[in-house]
């Protein structure tokens, strides 16, 4: 029984390292990719870091930190430990704004210009480091329950599949973006657009790119149930890709050691964000030990045999 326990927890933290390996240069910090992405697709934004006085100073009493041009309303967010659209807010004045960044432990803060454009969609992307090019996996559009809530997620939008909005345009568009950013193979971009004919000329603008853990938003479309074939087809279809991918880029030893390197700074992350420990880390501990525990029980009454000498 030691030996079975022993291997299958080694073989777990050996897929969790896999999966990350997907990214090997990490994109924890949500500037990472937007600082590669081509002006043309990118909202404009600045970070503002807490313990810099003088930038904080700036800021708060000239605006001195934001682009030429940009300002209020303001969509404040977290660099760093964020999830699910969780403590993203739409600003409209100094005040809110200072309100906010005490209220958040976080240091660095993003501040990006309000899009006012009419339709917002996520994009799944992957790309095997084998080939060349990848391509665009899905399109989930979002409709806001509130049309001032900036936090689209399951709870304050409804997500419509339109696999009819990718095109060879929109592909090509998201594949150039993507084989410019560093260590980037799959992920998901959060984009927001003027109109239909737009998205599919590939014409948006990048709100956000979500990396390894950015999930494909088909699973929570209105036609998908929790436990359906559908969604669980979806959601083991995402985690084995990045298991695949993962694998590839270990074969590369240069990329190997990237790995190993965003690996042990993913963990060093997480042990700071409780949030991103609620929303993944937790779930995924959840579900290898309940899956431990009813594997024993299977072995306990015979009804699979364990062929480990104890």
Known sequence: ?????VLYFAFWILVLYLFFSANPQTLGHKTYALDHIPKEYNIPYTVIYKNNVKQWYNFVH???SLPQGVGFPLIFKPNTCTSKGNNVEKLYNVTEAVNYINKFPHNEIIIQQFDDSPYEASILYERYPIFKHGKVISIVQKILHDKDAVNYNVTTSHMIDRPDLITPKLNEVIDKISRQI??????RYDVKFKSINDIMNGKFKVIELNGTMGVDHRAYTKNKRDWSYANI?????WAFKRIIVGIL???NPATAYKSLTNFSQTIKETRKCDQYLIYELYNFIGFILALYVILLLLFRYNIIKLKFNT
């Open 182 to 187: 560093p260590g980037f193979y799959v992920g």
């Open 1 to 5: 029984m030691l030996k079975f326990t």
């Open 233 to 237: 087809h979806i959601q083991l279809r």
């Open 249 to 251: 880029n270990n074969l």
């Open 62 to 64: 000239h605006l001195g």
